[in-house]
């Protein structure tokens, strides 16, 4: 997954850009909002031409809003990234809505503002490992902390993610790393590589936070660095992203996963209230893979091992779904895992007589070659001296 740093669309211009821009951006919006709406006209229009599909009238309006909506948000972000693209080469003009009626009418010019000036560190956090734990056999948890943690704003889903960034400690780089200028002075062996992990928990209070890692062979680069971390090592991720949140009022939860979904069920079985009720089946390779969770009182968790079975071939999950009693009502379903398993878990999960916005499947990882790999990949800098207690040991 990708994770590229975006203008937040909020439906208003930003204060900072120049009055001009601003109106370059209002006008864009409006405009993004008629076609919007225009295309979904005709859409549905033809639907109900061929097909014979009629929509209430309650249900169009919602239907023509959110198309309205959506076209005012990507005009807004074609907009603002042409702006920023052109920087100090656009002068603006100052009015807009000149009495020709055209949007763009030629006005008085004035000297173009300077678009601000992306800052590294606004799309990169830096951290420092402050201790490093074994849950089980194949988990790392890495927990960091220090003066970056501020920097970090948690956005509360069970799901959240973020970016790491790999650097080849060899190469000296310092993070946060400028990606641009990287690109054009890096040969691509030697690009710090980037992985999506799942939060397993934020500590406001502690300020700590917790990221869990799958150690495999053959390890890719964020299993290696784990394997190797040691406090005053650094850390850098991106942003967090994610929006999966239990359903307090699911009648049944019933969540799956393997190895790399572990860290989000675990996180989302800890947000339950705890009479919520419900199975959970949790794949890994053996009884020292297991891990111990705070489980809701009436929450029934079912470990599954591959005993060997190599996982991107695994059926384990699919089956202990298949062998349960087909859910309804209103129940929730969350299924993390490999592409393949989690594709068989839709097409079982499509049949079942339960809501399908309650279905959550997502692939978190995909079998392939590790990728770039370093002789040590321990440290994306200069370790410093640690002031807290290492919590565990790495093997």
Do not use: C
Not at 220 to 236: E, H, I, T, Y
Not at 260 to 270: C, V
Request: net charge positive; hydrophobic share 40%.
């Amino acid at each position: 997954m990708s994770h590229h740093k975006k203008r937040r669309y909020t439906g208003k211009v930003p204060h900072p850009l120049a009055a001009g821009h601003a109106q370059i951006l209002e006008v864009a919006m409006e405009a993004g909002r008629r076609a919007g709406r225009k295309a979904a006209k005709k859409k549905l229009k033809r639907a109900s031409r061929h097909d014979g599909t009629k929509l209430s009238k309650a249900l169009r309006e919602s239907v023509l809003r959110d198309a309205e909506k959506a076209g005012g948000k990507a005009a807004y972000a074609a907009a603002a990234k042409a702006i920023r693209k052109a920087g100090h080469r656009i002068a603006v003009p100052t009015d807009l809505h000149q009495s020709t009626g055209s949007p763009l009418a030629p006005g008085p010019i004035h000297e173009p503002m300077p678009v601000p000036r992306r800052r590294i560190s606004g799309s990169q956090i830096v951290m420092e490992v402050l201790r490093v734990e074994r849950p089980s056999r194949s988990m790392v948890r890495i927990v960091a902390g220090g003066e970056g943690f501020d920097d970090f704003e948690s956005n509360g889903a069970a799901d959240q993610y973020v970016k790491l960034y790999f650097a080849n400690p060899a190469l000296g780089l310092l993070a946060p790393y400028d990606m641009r200028s990287l690109r054009k002075t890096l040969r691509r062996e030697d690009f710090p590589a980037s992985r999506s992990y799942t939060i397993r928990r934020h500590d406001p209070v502690a300020r700590e936070l917790a990221i869990e890692f799958f150690i495999h062979e053959p390890a890719g680069p964020g299993a290696a660095w784990a394997a190797a971390a040691q406090p005053g090592d650094q850390l850098v991720l991106s942003k967090s992203k994610g929006k999966f949140r239990p359903d307090p009022k699911a009648e049944q939860h019933l969540y799956a996963a393997d190895d790399a979904g572990i860290p989000a069920i675990a996180a989302a079985l800890e947000m339950l209230p705890r009479t919520a009720s419900g199975r959970v089946f949790l794949e890994v390779e053996g009884p020292e893979d297991e891990q111990e969770f705070d489980l809701p009182l009436h929450m029934e968790l079912t470990w599954l091992h591959r005993n060997g079975e190599p996982a991107a071939v695994s059926n384990l999950l699919a089956d202990a779904l298949r062998d349960i009693p087909a859910p309804h009502g209103r129940v929730e379903v969350l299924a993390l895992g490999g592409r393949d398993a989690v594709r068989d878990i839709r097409k079982l999960a499509s049949h079942w007589d339960i809501e399908q916005r309650n279905i959550h499947v997502s692939s978190y990882w995909t079998a392939r070659r590790p990728g770039r790999m370093w002789p040590v990949l321990a440290a994306e800098g200069p370790r410093t001296e640690s002031k807290q207690q290492t919590g565990g040991t790495v093997d």
